[in-house]
């Protein structure tokens, strides 16, 4: 088994705000975000992404790899974290979604956040159900609790929540310290659907994806961290190399799927010893 890099999973990059709680949004301010990779920067040996898949298919991985990703594809992540790896000289993975770029809709879980923010009474019950539940019955419930959207957005959430234009999608992946990854269309718990279903996702969104920044993609992350073995075989026949999780426990695949599961750990707070203790310790 190939001895894998840490990965760290971030999420959203701000300017800093004034009352707002980055923990439960998981984003964090641009400063906070340039502080932490100059720290990782000086302790690791950071990677770029087809760097890590050239080593890993040789086993000669250095010790102490890393790799930094972002989930979803939100406009801030190109706005605010994307300079400050430029100027660090640090590459970066950002695993888009579809919806919120193509279609200019927020993501059903952007939905439910703004709901959040906004104490729409009804919130509080998709996010209990919302991890056993279909993508189709999670969009209905928001729709029920007439959940914000992108037309209806305040400046803040915005800022939070929209996703990255395709003109600038397609100029910001000409950037060396930038690749692109699959994430699927909608953002689902892929298994909670249909096999069909799940497919269609992934297939649809690496095709939408290469078609605006017209090179191939060959990384997936699952949205959720959620997965199971009829999921990395689906990722794996829409043309995929490699594909990221979240939880360090990995399922017992077969070999030629083991690839499919690279465990990430997720960066919610800003401060140094809480980074560097879940780095060092693999936590999701």
Not at 31 to 55: A, C, S, T, W
Not at 97 to 119: D, G, P, V
Not at 185 to 210: C, D, F, M, W
Request: hydrophobic share 35%; charged share 25%; net charge positive.
């Amino acid at each position: 088994m190939v001895n894998e890099p840490r990965v760290l999973l971030y999420h959203g990059v701000i300017p800093k705000q004034r009352g707002l709680n980055c923990d439960v949004l998981k984003v964090i301010y641009q400063e906070d975000f340039e502080r932490q990779l100059k720290v990782v920067k000086k302790i690791f040996n950071i990677l770029h992404p087809m760097e890590y898949l050239e080593l890993r298919s040789k086993e000669k991985l250095p010790p102490r790899s890393l790799l930094i990703t972002f989930d979803d594809g939100f406009d801030n992540i190109f706005r605010y974290a994307l300079p400050v790896a430029e100027a660090l000289k640090i590459p970066i993975t950002v695993f888009c979604c579809t919806q919120n770029i193509k279609e200019k809709k927020w993501l059903w879980f952007s939905r439910l956040y703004a709901s959040q923010l906004r104490q729409i009474e009804g919130w509080k019950k998709i996010e209990k159900q919302y991890q056993e539940k279909s993508i189709l019955w999670i969009n209905e419930a928001l729709h029920r609790i007439k959940a914000p959207d992108f037309n209806n957005g305040i400046p803040l959430e915005h800022l939070l929540f929209s996703g990255v234009s395709e003109a600038d999608l397609k100029k910001h992946a000409q950037n060396e310290y930038l690749i692109i990854g699959g994430h699927t269309g909608t953002h689902p718990r892929l298994t909670n659907e249909t096999e069909e279903k799940v497919y269609q996702e992934i297939k649809s969104n690496k095709a939408y994806l290469e078609s605006i920044i017209e090179k191939p993609i060959s990384m997936f992350a699952y949205p959720e961290g959620d997965y199971d073995e009829q999921t990395a075989r689906l990722v794996r026949n829409a043309g995929y190399t490699i594909a990221f999780a979240v939880e360090k426990k990995r399922q017992n695949f077969p070999g030629f799927l083991e690839a499919y599961q690279i465990p990430r750990t997720g960066i919610y707070k800003t401060n140094i010893p809480y980074l560097l203790a879940k780095i060092w310790l693999r936590k999701p």
